[in-house]
């Protein structure tokens, strides 16, 4: 599909990565990117930097309303399904986010399929494997592992293994051509505190700021698989152009210990400061384990997507992004 001249919408598009999906699109040369979010996470400065682009639209519109998407989806070719509720907000709030998460997608799919959009490229997440088995590389035909997942994570896996069931069912019934990212742990400018596993990042960032040390979970050797929000906004248009479909991993395929994310943060702010090691016995927890080796080979040979930012640029970015907005401010 060409990108180039095309109209498309972004559901969630005030989220961390609806905005940067945004940006991509419109680099891409969009004819018309069509931003819908309710407002209920994400915030209208997201995506404030895009005002001045008369080819962005930012719509608000509530997709556990479907007919506050027929006209925004009326003409689009594809349609980036990435409002959602992550396991945070999802555990605070099971009622509205597993409603936003399952029917909400329903409503999408059901908007697509009225308004003849032809291709979705849903935001899904490794949250789908569950804990990982073994030691062994995690590729997208690896089976959920959802025992012992606490009851938040338990329910955000699910929603997001229906949405990707609902990919499926809206190809083979209505032909409505469909692409679930399972995104690692997505971080960058415009970050917030509902990603759990990025938190390791922000909260240690705000705390040495502070003049405080990072605290840490165990003793900092659990692993995380962090992206950078480029890469899976390029991921997004890059799936979105292409002719596949199916479920695809967006992840570096790098573990990365909390400790050594501290250690980057710690260098960054040029603080002395050493980590202090406590759980917190009531935190909500996905995935934390001290392995996590994703594959990105499928996307690689299929699409042609590799990541492109390191994780010590990546948070350089990210709290370079923090102190721009401090000196505006
Ligand atoms: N951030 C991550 O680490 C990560 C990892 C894997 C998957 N994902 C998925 O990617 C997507 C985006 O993640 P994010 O970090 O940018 O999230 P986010 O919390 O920044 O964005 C979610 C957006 O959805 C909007 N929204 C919620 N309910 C809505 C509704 N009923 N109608 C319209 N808009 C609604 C919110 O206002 C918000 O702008 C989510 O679906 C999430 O599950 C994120």
Redo the contacts with the bound molecule.
């Keep these: 599909m060409d990108i180039a001249g095309g109209k498309f919408v972004i559901?969630?598009?005030?989220?961390?990565?609806?905005?940067h999906v945004a940006d991509h699109l419109l680099a891409a040369g969009a004819g018309e990117v069509v931003l819908?979010?309710?407002?209920?996470?994400?915030?209208p400065e997201?995506v404030a930097h895009l005002a001045g682009d008369a080819r962005a639209r930012l719509v608000k519109?509530?997709?556990?309303r479907v007919n506050e998407l027929f006209d925004a989806f009326k003409g689009a070719a594809g349609v980036f399904?990435?409002?959602?509720?992550?396991t945070l907000?999802l555990s605070q709030n099971p009622s509205?986010g597993l409603?936003?998460?399952v029917e909400?997608q329903v409503n999408v799919f059901e908007a697509c399929r009225y308004a003849g959009v032809r291709k979705v490229v849903f935001?899904?997440?490794?949250?789908a494997y569950g804990e990982p088995q073994g030691e062994g590389l995690i590729d997208e035909t690896a089976p959920a592992n959802l025992a012992g997942y606490q009851p938040g994570s338990m329910l955000?896996s699910c929603s997001?293994l229906i949405g990707e069931a609902l990919c499926r069912l809206y190809t083979h019934k209505h032909g409505i051509e469909a692409v679930a990212l399972?995104?690692?742990?997505?971080?960058g400018e415009r970050q917030?505190y509902?990603?759990v596993?990025?938190l390791a990042i922000i909260e240690s960032y705000d705390r040495v700021r502070a003049g405080q040390p990072p605290v840490l979970p165990g003793d900092g050797s659990e692993v995380h698989d962090y992206i950078h929000?480029a890469d899976v906004a390029r991921a997004n248009v890059m799936a979105m152009a292409s002719e596949h479909s199916g479920v695809f991993n967006v992840a570096t395929g790098v573990e990365t210990t909390v400790k050594r994310i501290a250690e980057i943060v710690l260098d960054l702010c040029d603080s002395a400061l050493q980590p202090v090691y406590r759980d917190d016995p009531e935190a909500v927890k996905a995935t934390a384990s001290r392995s996590l080796r994703l594959s990105r080979e499928k996307i690689r040979a299929a699409i042609g997507w590799e990541p492109q930012v390191s994780v010590e640029d990546g948070i350089a970015r990210l709290i370079g992004w923090i102190r721009e907005q401090e000196r505006g401010a």
């Design positions: 559901t969630g598009g005030a989220s961390l990565i609806g905005s819908l979010d309710n407002f209920s996470l994400g915030t997201a519109g509530d997709i556990l399904s990435i409002a959602g509720f992550l907000p509205l409603a936003v998460n909400g935001s899904s997440s490794i949250a955000y997001k399972r995104y690692s742990t997505v971080y917030h509902r990603g596993n990025a929000v």
